[in-house]
């Protein structure tokens, strides 16, 4: 699998590219559901805020079964065995077709303990518990589609999902306009439009995934050893996944106890960073392709060059993106606010995040390309070692308590210095050695 460096580059171009088109359609769905119940009023909007935040948590901890999925179909793809890579990408939908309906079961029945534990109004958690409830009959049509999308992904494709995504948000847009005005269901039509169109994106990756088993011969019932297996290492991806989300909803409580400037300052800093990260975890998509077919096809230089020259990319990319942040921390604020002080308090945090882009490039491919090659035990381990000093930062922060810019400056060291560096020493430690390096289908 020797493959020249123009050759390479243009690899990661194919894949990356599409992906980052996918990556950006997902939260168009929570913009254009914002956009339409925010003309209903104040009251559907704070609703829809409570219900999306549940939601956002659930799929984000599910993640998993696309990372999971992957890198399982690529060995097998690399290897040469396309029936067995679509074979146990099929397992994987399977496994997300359970977990995705326990999952809408017990949503449902919970719904009102969830939205309860805001504490919010009773006009606001009618509302909330409204598209809460509805949108729990989605999780399974997400789930599926994450581990479909993983299935693609492990075969080079990932430009039907970029496809599947794109149809399922004008879908999306269309049937909640119909739902909420046409039909005057209000926030109700909001769910069910979006659950209609998640639903749909399951029927178009039905056909595709089944063009690809007949292609390759691949078995369409779930296989005991295959289910088991991504369970297994999607275990290790939620428990990494975890990690990653108390570092994050721990620095929003710290922001929260700095002050309702600080809070909103870092709001911005955060959407910017996450934003950001779009690109970079496009690289990250592509690295986790590769290395899985690269070690399937047991071509270890191979996997090196994959290593070296998407870490190349992932540090230009953070350079590039680091000074277009730097060029404009001092309008951002603007732009989000409108507010002059508000532009000026989250200034010095847009700067330390333009500095930290670099690492945070390296940061997320050695990420993707540990997912490639399966190594989710190792990751969910160094995802809680390296809150070990992330913690003591950010609790040094919250004692101090430090306001105004400098507060949300320090902040912003602790989570994209601190952490962000130890995650950048686990990862490259790891990377250093050959024990991730396990070749084979």
């Known amino acids: 699998m020797s493959t020249a460096p123009a050759t390479l580059n243009r690899d990661i171009l194919r894949l990356a590219v599409p992906a980052l088109g996918a990556l950006v359609a997902e939260p168009l769905f929570l913009i254009v559901d914002s956009a ?34 992957t890198p399982a179909v690529a060995r097998r793809y690399g290897a040469g065995d396309r029936s067995a890579a679509v074979s146990v990408g099929i397992d994987g939908l399977w496994l997300a077709l359970a977990l995705g309906s326990i999952l809408a079961v017990a949503g449902s029945l919970l719904t009102p303990a969830l939205v309860g534990l805001f504490g919010a109004p009773a006009e606001v958690a009618e509302q909330a518990e409204i598209y809460l409830g509805i949108s729990m ?22 430009v039907t999902p970029l496809w599947i995504a794109g149809l399922g948000f004008a879908a999306n847009a269309l049937l909640n306009w119909l739902f909420i005005y046409g039909l ?27 063009r690809l088993a007949r292609r390759y011969a691949a078995s369409v019932r779930p296989h005991r050893d295959g289910v088991r297996g991504s369970a297994r290492s999607g275990g290790w991806l939620f428990l990494r996944t975890v990690s990653l989300r108390v570092a994050l909803l721990s620095t929003v ?58 870490v190349a990319w992932g540090i230009w990319f953070g350079v590039i993106v680091g000074g277009l942040i730097a060029a404009g921390s001092g309008v951002i604020g603007l732009l989000f606010t409108g507010d002059p002080e508000l532009a000026a308090l989250v200034q010095p945090a847009l700067i330390v995040l333009a500095i930290a882009q670099p690492v945070c490039g390296v ?40 306001t105004g810019a400098a507060g949300l400056a320090w902040l912003s060291v602790s989570f994209f210095g601190v952490y962000m560096l130890a995650r950048l020493a686990t990862l490259g430690w790891r990377v250093r050695g050959t024990e991730w390096m396990t070749a084979g289908a």
Do not use: C
């Not at 005057?184 to 769910?191: H, K, L, P």
């Not at 381990?381 to 919250?398: D, E, M, T, Y």
């Open 36 to 69: 339409l119940v925010g003309h209903l009023g104040v009251t559907p909007l704070a609703g829809l805020g409570i219900a999306s935040a549940v939601l956002q948590t659930i799929v984000g901890l599910m993640v998993f079964l696309a990372y999971s999925t």
């Open 253 to 310: 409580w710290v922001a929260t106890a700095l002050g309702t400037d600080e809070l909103a300052g870092w709001q911005v800093a955060f959407t910017i960073f996450s934003t950001a990260a779009f690109a970079l975890d496009a690289l990250a998509i592509a690295a986790q392709a590769l290395v899985g077919k690269g070690l399937g096809a047991e071509d270890r230089p191979y996997v090196r060059r994959v290593l070296g020259r998407t």
């Open 363 to 402: 940061v997320f491919v050695l990420d993707g390309v540990l997912i490639g090659a399966g190594d989710a035990r190792y990751l969910a381990i160094v995802g809680a070692l390296n809150l070990l000093p992330f913690v003591p930062a950010l609790a040094v922060v919250a004692a101090l308590q430090p």
């Open 137 to 158: 009959w989605g999780l399974p049509a997400m789930l599926i589609v994450f581990a479909a999308t993983g299935l693609l992904r492990g075969m080079q494709d990932t």
């Open 184 to 210: 005057g269901w209000g926030i109700a039509g909001s769910a069910a439009g979006t659950i209609v169109a998640q639903w749909g994106m399951v029927a178009a990756y039905v056909v595709v995934v089944g």
